[in-house]
Every structure is written in structure tokens, then in C-alpha cells.
């Protein structure tokens, strides 16, 4: 019946049965498409799809019925409508998930963020005295007396932040007394290079990590214009071979958190505090890139043992660098804790202006904070709380998911029937979006990272995937 003969249309003639634009327009305004998008987005999009069918049928594709064009051209426009970036549903049981956002905002920090978006703000204005007043001052009381540190910055994220520490910090030693004026930019040749001439920091090799996304310490290291010097080995790395590697270009010892790998077994590491009494005796500078960077003990949530940012400070690094959207449980942020002298360079250096937070993320990252200074972080942020759930709590709430869907799972997770792969691919398309797990072929839905309010939302996009799947096979 497809097999081509005399009577078979020819592909010119296919083409001038296209659908004209005017009337796939029309569609368009009916659904309410037009209103949602405006024109010409939706002109657009109707002459790329025709434009894209006509060259298929050309090619000597069959064409597609203008009913079925006209469906499809609907679904992808509805779909543009309700915006690229969405509020999707974590089923993934992964409190700090980079693809999904990271840290869910307390409602005080959701209200911080409203009131400084919709108003004016004194961010830059010393209300007191009427004068022009420190942006990169409102977080830092707070951070200080938080982590015990001299002095506290904060910049858009936690690469910015450790690339600021190393660009500031390799221009001179601890002892040079640093001039109260803006630095020079460094020469040319000490930018962006690795020439003789270029400072250089010190790292152990098993800590040159790539963290995801592309962030490769060795990279942000050039970057900053520092020469990289790799001591010890992957699994084993001595005090003594930071000591070998000091020569006299030398500035900084640098410490990096391995966030998302552990290295077992015949492993050695040199410890901060081993690396300050060092880099005191050398007069060189530790940083210290602790990545997760939390203010509270990991251990009593059952989570491993994560150093805290204050011990990280009470070791003596000058510099500690961390995120503010992972276990801070703030706004996507970069924090720079530590001391005085290594704080104030890096508030002075040129790179600060072109990374620094805007008045929304100050004001989120503050009332995040304030929630540490009160004693209520467990009971307010997002993220402890999701990682503090009792395994109680996990149950019921996997119980009435399962009574609601007739599916099974272990005691703290569902596991609806069907495809994992095809399943887990029409959740993320549903409306809202929900991001499962997989697991040894089954999708798994977890409650520990989905929000309160989320459960009824969140079976109905499971109902109405399992019912579309029921009705494809
Ligand atoms: C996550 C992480 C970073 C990057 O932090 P961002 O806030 O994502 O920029 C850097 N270093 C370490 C050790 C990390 O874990």
C-alpha cells in the first residue's frame, strides 16, 4: 500500500498541501497561544516547523496530515508557554541536587528576597550617618560570629569565591604590609599564565577535583593566574612534600574538600592545621576550598562527618571558601570567611566589583543566616529539615503515596510498575515535573526531598504518567 506507483504523489505536490500559516495561526489564537506568547513568537515558530516539514518531504519523508501538524505545532508552543526554567517536584531523595536548583529557600528568606526585589533598599547607604555606606557589609557580622572568623565577603558562587581567594592572595605575602589604595592589576604576564614569573600555589594531586559542571580546580587555578604545583600523589600526600615544593615564587597552600568522592584505603592526607603551622613558618597563605561548608555538625544527622566551617577557621586558614546554596541552605552564593588582612584583600581587589552579589541574594543569604544566629537552622532551612526527617515521617508519607497508586517500594520510597527508563522520562514531562531516581530498573520516588504541599501535585503527575503509559502499551 506505501509502495511507490504512477499514482503515488510526488513531493512538490505534497508540499503545496502544507497548511498555510495563517490558518496554523489561527489554531494558535484559538487555544490561547497567541495571547500567551504574543505574535511573534508564535509566527516563528509556525514557519520553522513548516520550513523544517518541507525540506523532510523534499528528502522524500512522507508528510505529516495538517491535523497532525497542527497537534504538534499546539504541544510545543503549550509547552513553551509554561516557560523554560519551572518549579519541578525532587523525587530523588538528593537534598543537594546542583540540577534541580540546589537549596530550597526558608519562607523567611523567600520574604527577604520579595521585599528587597520590589522596593528600594539601603545597600548601599549608611542610614545613620546619611553616607555612602559597604554593600559587602551586611552578611558579615552575621558570618563572623557564626564561624569565628575576622572578617567575611560574600560573591555570586563558591568558584568565584575561591578564584577571587587565589587571585588576591598569590599578589603578595602575609607579611608585606599591603598598600591602603587599590592594587595594581598584576603584570601581563602573571595574568591568565603559567610563565617563570608566575606565583604559584601548591595543592595536594589528590585533591585537583573536577566538582561537576566543569568546575576543575586545576583550571580555575590558571585562571587566577597562578602557576599550579601538584605535590604527593592521588591517594597519599605528606606535609613534607608541600615543604619540598616551596620555592621562592611560592604563595599559597591550597586545600580543596573532596565534596562527591572519597578515596579509601592506603591514604594519607596532610591536615590543616599541619598545613598553617607551614605556611606561617614559609610566610605563605592557606586557603582552604571547603565547598559544602556547614555550620552545623553533620554527624548527629546521620550524615559522615563533614568538617564545619568554624573548625575550618579555628585551624587557621586565611581564607575558607564555601557555597551558600548547598549545606548553608541559602541562596546560590560564594562565602570567603577568615582573617582580617586575607579578607581585606580580597574586598580591595578588581575581580570583587565584577563578582559580587546583587541586593535579593544579600538579603536571602542574611535571613538564611539569621535563622543559625537564632537556633532554629534544623527547624527552618529547607535542607536540614529534609535531611533531619524521621524515618517515620518518611514512611506515612510513602504510605499514603502507595494506598494513593496501588504501587510498592520499600518502606521509605515508591516504586510505581512499569518501564523505569520510559516512566521516569514521561514524570520529568508531566506537569509539574517530577525528577525520580533509578534504581535496579525501577523508578524509585523518595519523600525525604519532596516539599510539604507537594504530595497531592505530585500523585496526580504520577497517576497521569502511569495512566499515559497504560495507554501507549
Ligand atoms: C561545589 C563546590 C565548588 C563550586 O561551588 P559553586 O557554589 O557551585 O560555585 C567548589 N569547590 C568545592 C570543593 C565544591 O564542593
Known amino acids: ?17 502544507l497548511p498555510k500559516t495563517d490558518l496554523l495561526l489561527e489554531a494558535a489564537d484559538r487555544a490561547g497561544l497567541v495571547a500567551r506568547l504574543g505574535r511573534g513568537p508564535v509566527v516563528e515558530a509556525i514557519r520553522e516547523d513548516l520550513d523544517r516539514i518541507r525540506k523532510a518531504v523534499l528528502a522524500g519523508e512522507s508528510c505529516p496530515t495538517p491535523g497532525a501538524i497542527e497537534e504538534a505545532l499546539l504541544g510545543r508552543l503549550a509547552e513553551v508557554a509554561r516557560g523554560s526554567l519551572r518549579p519541578a517536584v525532587n523525587a530523588t531523595g538528593v537534598v543537594i541536587h546542583t540540577n534541580l536548583g540546589r537549596a530550597p529557600l526558608s519562607l523567611e528568606a523567600i520574604e527577604a528576597m520579595r521585599w528587597a526585589a520590589a522596593g528600594y533598599t539601603n545597600l548601599e547607604l549608611d542610614l545613620a550617618a546619611g553616607e555612602r555606606g559597604d554593600r559587602y557589609g551586611h552578611a558579615e557580622g552575621a558570618l563572623r560570629r557564626l564561624t569565628g572568623a575576622e572578617g567575611a565577603v560574600a560573591v555570586n558562587n563558591n568558584a568565584a569565591a575561591v578564584m577571587l581567594a587565589l587571585a588576591a592572595l598569590m599578589e603578595g605575602r602575609p607579611s608585606e604590609v599591603s598598600a591602603s589604595s587599590p592594587q595594581p592589576s598584576p603584570p601581563a604576564r602573571e595574568r591568565g599564565s603559567q610563565g617563570d614569573e608566575a606565583p604559584e600555589v601548591v595543592v595536594s594531586r589528590g585533591e585537583l577535583v573536577e566538582i561537576g559542571g566543569g568546575f576543575r580546580i586545576p583550571d ?12 604527593g600523589t592521588t591517594n597519599r600526600t605528606y606535609l613534607g612534600d608541600f615543604e619540598e615544593a616551596i620555592g621562592p615564587r611560592t604563595r599559597i597552600l591550597l586545600s580543596v574538600h573532596r565534596s562527591n568522592f572519597a578515596v579509601h584505603g592506603f591514604t594519607h592526607d596532610a591536615t590543616l592545621a599541619e598545613l598553617v603551622s607551614l605556611a606561617r613558618a614559609k610566610d605563605l597563605w592557606v586557603v582552604d576550598d571547603l565547598g559544602s561548608g556547614s555550620l552545623l555538625e553533620t ?7 563533614e568538617p564545619t566551617v568554624q573548625a575550618r577557621v579555628a585551624a587557621g586558614a586565611d581564607l575558607v571558601c564555601f557555597s551558600g546554596d548547598k549545606l548553608l541552605g541559602g541562596p546560590q552564593a560564594g562565602i570567603l570567611v577568615g582573617r582580617r588582612e586575607a579578607i581585606r584583600r580580597v574586598k580591595r581587589h578588581p575581580l570583587m566589583r565584577a563578582l559580587r552579589l546583587d541586593k535579593v541574594t544579600i538579603a536571602a543569604l542574611s535571613a538564611t543566616l539569621a535563622h543559625y544566629e537564632r537556633g532554629e537552622a534544623a527547624r527552618e532551612i529547607p535542607v536540614w529539615r529534609a535531611i533531619a526527617l524521621a524515618p517515620e515521617a518518611l514512611r506515612a508519607r510513602a504510605e499514603g503515596w502507595r494506598a494513593a497508586l496501588g504501587a510498592d517500594g520499600a518502606a521509605c520510597e515508591v516504586r510505581p510498575p512499569g518501564d523505569a527508563d520510559a516512566l521516569a522520562a ?11 531516581r533509578i534504581e535496579e530498573g525501577r523508578v524509585v520516588l523518595d519523600p525525604r526531598t519532596v516539599m510539604p504541599g507537594e504530595d497531592d501535585a505530585l500523585v496526580r503527575a ?4 502511569l495512566a499515559s503509559a497504560g495507554a501507549a502499551g
Open 1 to 17: 500500500m506505501t509502495a511507490p506507483d504512477s499514482s503515488s504523489p510526488t513531493p512538490l505536490s505534497e508540499v503545496r498541501k
Open 220 to 231: 580555575v587555578l590558571r585562571r587566577s593566574g597562578a602557576a599550579l604545583v601538584e605535590v
Open 299 to 305: 554527624r548527629p544527622f546521620g550524615l559522615g562527618d
Open 426 to 436: 514521561r514524570l520529568r514531562r508531566g506537569d509539574p515535573p517530577v525528577v525520580g
Open 462 to 465: 504520577i497517576r497521569a504518567s
